[in-house]
């Protein structure tokens, strides 16, 4: 099992940017598919990325590709989301999520999920 906790949602001007966090705990972070997701007040909750065990296959939301990077350091157990260019509609709480198996971009491919961080974009 592994618990999930993000960091460095906040307020930020649209054109901004910010860079989420993600810290795992236990020993086998390396061996699991981790993936950001968001929701937005009133919306079904809805996926931003995801990245392999590896780091070296990644895939992304239409509306975030070529703005956010997701990224990896298995040392560490941290999973990261950096987010430039952030529009108003970016707004959402944003969540870490986890799988053994191959992750996708739908909520049910992963078992394993933080608390959520707050990213506010102000336009």
């Known amino acids: 099992q592994v618990q999930l906790v993000e960091s460095g949602g906040g307020l930020v001007q649209s054109g901004g940017s910010l860079r989420l966090s993600c810290a795992a705990s236990?020993?086998?972070?390396?061996?699991?598919?981790m993936g950001w997701f968001r929701q937005a007040p009133g919306k079904e909750r809805e996926f931003v990325a995801t990245i392999s065990w590896s780091g070296r296959n990644t895939d992304y939301a239409d509306s975030v590709k070529g703005r956010f990077t997701i990224s990896r350091d298995n040392a560490k157990n941290t999973v990261y989301l950096q987010m430039n260019s952030l529009k108003p509609e970016d707004t959402a709480v944003y969540y870490c999520a986890a799988t053994l198996y191959n992750g996708g971009p739908r909520v049910g491919d992963y078992k394993y999920w933080g608390q959520g961080t707050q990213v506010t974009v102000s336009s």
């Open positions: 236990g020993p086998t972070f390396s061996t699991y598919v």
